[in-house]
């Protein structure tokens, strides 16, 4: 019992090195070079018990998901450039072009309303 204690000791200042850092479980016990349900436990302990350099690690950690930028920005202004629209207007006009026939049928049609509903 003593030695899971002192080896949970002995991680926990990695463990909040890496977290405040923005590393993921499995990249922070791969440092550690043990299981990632071992360093999850030790979250889960330290969370339990509220430990308040634990909950600085978190901030810091968050401040640096804030300040970075997202994947998804990164592509969306990659495909702008590549296209010259957005993801969401080259989406609609997708979905426009793949439902021609369907859409002309209801506009052809005397009751528009009828045609909208027969539709699947």
């Given at each position: 019992m003593l030695n899971v204690i002192r080896e949970r000791q002995e991680r926990r200042p990695i463990i909040l090195e890496g977290t405040s850092q923005g590393l993921k479980h499995s990249e922070i016990a791969t440092q550690l070079g043990v299981n990632r349900r071992v360093i999850l436990n030790d979250l889960r302990f330290m969370r339990k018990n509220g430990d308040p350099e634990?909950?600085?690690?978190?901030?810091?950690?968050?401040?640096?998901?804030?300040?970075?930028?997202?994947?998804a920005s990164i592509n969306s202004e990659r495909f702008l450039n590549m296209t010259g629209m957005t993801f969401q207007e080259k989406s609609f006009r997708n979905m426009i072009d793949f439902n021609k026939h369907v859409l002309m049928k209801i506009l052809n049609s005397k009751n528009q309303n009828a045609a909208i509903r027969r539709t699947s």
């Open positions: 634990l909950k600085e690690a978190q901030e810091a950690q968050e401040q640096i998901r804030v300040n970075k930028p997202s994947v």
